[in-house]
């Protein structure tokens, strides 16, 4: 096993333990590769496999571990989480006020998108004829 396992780049949970052979690692968006950092002795062959192109979600990388023909793993799951806003939430559009506006998510496929104008764009006529 690796005496010493480190990511410069994310956060390691649960903290490193020789003992342990599965982690997560929180990745900033702009990471595309793990900075893995080990110690291990002289005659211990370590490859890593999946650690390049990470891409949004989770990545699943593996540590391998060979010492005299005997393999042993560590199993990462890199999770890079977009800094992208988030639509959280619905509006009840009979409740909105003349005036104010609800969040629109803009979505990257076209159809979800003008879809969400459309209920916006018909929020604000329903609640602007209801107060006259």
């Known amino acids: 096993m690796l005496d010493k396992l480190e990511i410069t780049n994310g956060k390691l949970s649960p903290e490193y333990n020789k003992y342990n ?13 793990l900075d893995i950092s080990y110690e291990t002795n002289d005659n211990i062959k370590v490859k890593i496999f999946g650690n390049d192109n990470l891409k949004e979600g989770e990545n699943k990388i593996v540590i391998s571990i060979n010492k005299e023909d005997n393999y042993e793993y560590i199993y990462l799951t890199a999770i890079k989480e977009s ?8 509006y009840d559009v009979t409740t909105l006020e003349v005036g104010n506006t609800a969040p629109v998510y ?10 969400l104008i459309i209920l916006t764009l018909y929020a604000m006529l329903f609640t602007s004829k209801k107060r006259k």
């Open 21 to 33: 052979d599965t982690y997560t690692v929180k990745i900033e968006e702009d990471v595309i590769s």
């Open 83 to 90: 800094s992208g806003a988030v639509f959280s939430g619905m």
């Open 106 to 115: 803009v979505a990257p496929l076209i159809g979800a998108s003008c879809f």
